[in-house]
């Protein structure tokens, strides 16, 4: 066969698996609606059952956007009573908005509390968005390949372009993070993520200074938006500033010039991106300076990382060599550091959440290690996470990094995407939740290994090439099986159990007395509902009513967030009492499921070690809860099979106004025999708390 039908064949296999790769990635997202899907919609004609906790909370944003006419950055739904500053900046939730506004039919008459829009059909519309995000950041991920690649002779790279598309869209968490329902900001993290690296890319391979410019601008747009749907970004944004810098202090001449204002370009257009929408943060106001939380500092240090490429110009004005001119700009940058305001302290903050210092993170499932979980030994752990390819990434990156080192090759592009691999790896052992972005520099370094394979002018470099991409794309099938080979019957539990959830909480929209209006997120609001903070946004969106603890837990009030926990692990009628009052906690929801976390929120009321360890008792059957634990709020209120109307036992200031028929054990899974276990969904009353609607107050919140 002649080297041009080998050509043609290698394009053709290319162009096939490209397809390929998208249909999956396509069809391994949708796989898990039928799992959310009514056959007979919910009296308010819901159908597709949003159980996501941060996807609920984005539809509430969006709700109120349409209602109000701009997303909200103050809401009263969290932090009862006080209310918090929304930790999340709203671009997000504005795009989502846009695109309900430009795919919906408006009926002003039907849904006036929210301008026009029925909230099923926005549930549907937005629950069937994430898949097709996430076949866009498979296509990106393709994309990334070939900006990451040079043209070189014989070397072909659109087979190992898809081969990276195809990895992408089989990585478990990536897939998880993308599935339908799942409206959340992290698939569209995945997108930007490999756009980014697609840019940047060719922005510092290209020889020539307008495509270096032109691009570096592009990525910079990319990089500020990358800022507005994730503040952890900030770590890609500061990886691709250190390999401009590099480039442009290793390059001289015209093609150094270029380099230069490239950079200068790229941190220019992030901090113009990210400019407006931080001037209107209230965050300005509680947290000056932060990298966390989206403020004024932010665009501040993007404005510092232009002034180490502006020394570098300076001195190759002033004609100095690239020694004197560097050691200048790493001064400058160090200045900048030193002396922007809150900089320092927003770092150390930053590290702090990376590192789980703060006591709410160590308490989120999907801010735990990678490794090291309780249920599942660490290999079961990481390929349920990253899938076969989680386990060759650390062969493939060193392989990769021993090469470049080899060949003794310093192409910026390469080492950006190698630092990049390795960063998110080490972020992704100490918190599973970066596991999504790790998935787009994790399937380029397994494709860009195949390029350099089918590359290599030897023919075994080829069959080696051919093999690893046949191993990679074998090596997504069990993960594509478990997504795809989920029984009917394990579909149709989950929809009963979401049914009868979501159920119970919309039933407190017309079965308890309004606090206030729920699309008027500066309004007071005359109760708040107590539960686990893991149901607070199910509480705020389904429910509409203002949650004390919620998902965003300490981040938006360390008073209701820990107290609701101290409420919950209350074993006295008195103490409970007190405590609801404090709280201003007219109900109380909870679930036979969250007595498992029990021992968390005894950590978070204050319990030290040896009060925490007396919630437990071992026997020849194991570990059980103590006499102890069955005392607290907690486990009263959710293990029982009592009717409605019926007093808590311990507590008779709280009666049963709603529960669910279904049962469950405490960890949710089907009880056996012998196994304490309670209602799905338990809804109390606080017996001394007003029967009559009650007015709210109107009043914008305090500044």
């Known amino acids: 066969m002649t080297d041009a039908a080998k050509k043609r064949w290698m394009a053709v296999l290319g162009w096939a698996l490209l397809a390929a790769s998208l249909a999956v990635a396509l069809a391994a997202r949708r796989a898990t609606a039928p799992g959310h899907l009514l056959d007979a919609p919910l009296a308010d004609g819901t159908t597709f059952l949003v159980d996501d906790p941060d996807g609920a909370y984005h539809l509430r944003r969006v709700q109120l956007a349409l209602a109000n006419g701009e997303v909200p950055l103050f809401d009263r739904f969290l932090n009862h009573p006080e209310g918090s500053a929304v930790p999340w900046p709203s671009l997000f939730a504005g795009a989502l908005t846009v695109a309900v506004q430009a795919a919906l039919p408006k009926d002003p008459a039907a849904h006036r509390s929210t301008s026009g829009y029925s909230e099923a059909d926005i549930e549907r519309f937005l629950a069937g968005l994430p898949p097709w995000i996430g076949v866009g950041a498979a296509a990106a991920v393709a994309l990334a390949l070939l900006g990451l690649t040079r043209r070189t002779r014989g070397a072909p790279r659109l087979l190992p372009a898809a081969v990276s598309a195809w990895c992408f869209a089989a990585v478990p968490i990536a897939v998880w993070y993308g599935s339908a329902g799942r409206i959340d900001h992290h698939v569209a993290v995945q997108l930007c993520f490999a756009v980014e690296l697609a840019l940047v890319g060719v922005c510092l391979r290209t020889d020539e200074s307008l495509d270096a410019l032109a691009f570096a601008l592009l990525g910079g747009v990319v990089a500020g938006v990358l800022l507005l749907l994730w503040l952890a970004s900030a770590l890609v944004v500061g990886l691709v500033g250190v390999a401009l810098f590099a480039a442009a202090a290793a390059a001289s001449g015209e093609l150094g010039a270029a380099r230069r204002r490239a950079g200068l370009l790229f941190f220019a257009a992030a901090a113009a991106v990210v400019l407006v929408p931080a001037e209107a943060s209230p965050w300005n106001e509680v947290q000056p300076g932060s990298l966390v939380n989206l403020s004024l500092g932010v665009p501040r240090a993007l404005v510092g990382a232009c002034l180490p490429f502006v020394a570098l110009e300076v001195a190759a004005r002033l004609g100095w060599r690239r020694a004197p001119g560097t050691l200048l700009a790493l001064v400058v940058a160090a200045g900048a550091v030193v002396l922007l305001p809150g900089f320092l302290g927003g770092v150390r903050e930053g590290l702090a959440w990376v590192a789980r210092e703060n006591e709410f993170m160590d308490v989120v499932a999907e801010s735990r290690p990678l490794l090291g979980r309780a249920a599942a ?293 089907p009880p056996g025999p012998g196994v304490p276990r309670g209602p799905r969904l338990s809804i109390w009353r606080r017996s001394s708390s007003g029967e009559t609607e009650r007015v709210p107050s109107l009043a914008p919140p305090p500044r």
Request: a positive charge.
């Open 377 to 669: 030994p660490n290999f079961a752990a990481a390929v349920s996470d990253l899938g076969l390819l989680g386990l060759a990434f650390p062969l493939l990156w060193l392989g990769l990094a021993a090469s470049e080192l080899w060949r003794r090759r310093w192409w910026p592009e390469r080492w950006l995407l190698l630092a990049t691999a390795a960063l998110w790896f080490v972020q992704t052992l100490g918190q599973r939740r970066f596991g999504d972005a790790l998935a787009v520099p994790m399937c380029l370094v397994a494709a860009l290994a195949v390029h350099d394979l089918v590359s290599a002018r030897m023919r075994w470099g080829r069959w080696l090439g051919a093999a690893l991409a046949a191993l990679l794309v074998l090596a997504s099938l069990p993960s594509l099986r478990a997504v795809w080979t989920v029984p009917e019957a394990e579909q149709q539990a989950l929809v009963r159990w979401r049914a009868e959830l979501i159920e119970g909480l919309r039933w407190m929209r017309t079965g308890t007395p309004s606090p206030g209006p729920w699309n008027a997120p500066s309004a007071r609001q005359d109760y708040g509902v107590l539960a686990p903070w893991g149901l607070g946004h199910w509480i705020e969106y389904h429910a509409r009513r203002p949650s004390i603890a919620t998902n965003f837990g300490s981040f938006v009030g360390e008073r209701g967030f820990r107290g609701a926990a101290a409420a919950l692990v209350a074993d006295d009628a008195a103490d409970l009492e007190r405590r609801l009052v404090e709280l201003d906690a007219d109900y109380v929801v909870v679930r036979a499921r969250d007595v498992s976390d029990l021992a968390s929120h005894a950590r978070l009321a204050g319990w030290d070690g040896a009060a925490r360890a007396e919630l437990f008792e071992h026997s020849q059957r194991g570990k059980a809860f103590s006499a102890r634990a069955q005392a607290t709020a907690l486990w009263r209120l959710g293990v029982h099979d009592l009717p409605v109307g019926s007093r808590a036992p311990g507590f008779p200031g709280l009666e049963l106004v709603h529960r669910s028929d279904g049962i469950e054990g405490l960890g949710g899974a």
